[in-house]
């Protein structure tokens, strides 16, 4: 019997039959490009989004003191460079369900339903707050830098300076924002390029410890609509993702937002959004519980 086995497996291995093991994971190994040169490419695309208006689905699980808020419906996006945003979540007869947004005075997010509440703080003349914005489920700044259309400050050296290595496996270039602090330096950002495309696919945010406080996978780029600006060709379209998959690991809050249209102005009623009112802090708040995030008191 063992001569038997001894045969098969010798007929097996001379015409090749045995089984083989599979292939190894496909590592790219070919020419990379300089930081410089990376930033460049990156540059070119963000700086032909100085507006965005995009539509789409959303939905989050939203952890509050422990508690969870599921919220979902349809949603509007609008940004301005360098650093204004809002999102709006409206949902069938119940309106407006989510509201997250950030301009040059003040931030806020507001969840209806269950939470019924409203947080928000304000800017100091630098752009600073002295807030501990953690205490809010879902912080304004940290989606505003997910959203991956800022450009790169091309003096590599000017704090937050990056530092990019090329990461093999996932083939993509990984760019880390650091900052000096009286005894150390820190990273901030974390933004993974496609090697090709040169088009964000991973942003994680940490805090001054090195713990990751945002983290984020983008996908399914899409082309921004630029019909408004004559003369414009396909190849000048800015590109964005259109899907957003966030996770904030300290409240285990979690949220993803899909865009289908993306143009770099709306016309809606006659007046072309985003405009100045469209980040225009809300003053209908509608909700039962406000909290001063900058100040720490309901009010």
Known sequence: MRLSRLLVISLLLTFGCVPKQPNERHVYIGPTETISEVAHSVNQNNRRLPTLWA?????????????????????????RQPNEMRLVAKKDIAGTIFEVGNNQQRYWLTVKGDADTMWWGSYDEDGNTTADTRKMPI?????????????????????????????????AYMFVWNVRVPDRYVAQKEVWYDR????????LLFDPNGRVVLRADLSKHKPVQVQQVQGAGEAEQPTVASVYRLYFPDNGTSMMFELNNLELQHEMRAV???????????NELGVDHVVQVDKQADR
Not at 196 to 203: A, C, N
Not at 272 to 282: E, H
Request: proline share 8%.
């Open 139 to 171: 912080q304004p700044q940290l989606l505003l830098e997910v959203l991956g259309v800022g450009v790169i400050d091309e003096d590599l050296t000017r704090q937050p300076f990056p530092v990019m290595r090329f990461n093999n496996d996932a083939d």
């Open 196 to 203: 090709k495309t040169k088009l964000p696919i991973k942003v």
């Open 55 to 79: 539509s789409g689905y959303f939905e989050a699980d939203i952890m509050d003191q422990g508690r969870r808020h599921y919220v979902n419906g349809d949603i509007t996006l609008l940004y």
């Open 272 to 282: 072309k959004v985003p405009n100045d009112k469209s980040f225009a802090f809300p």
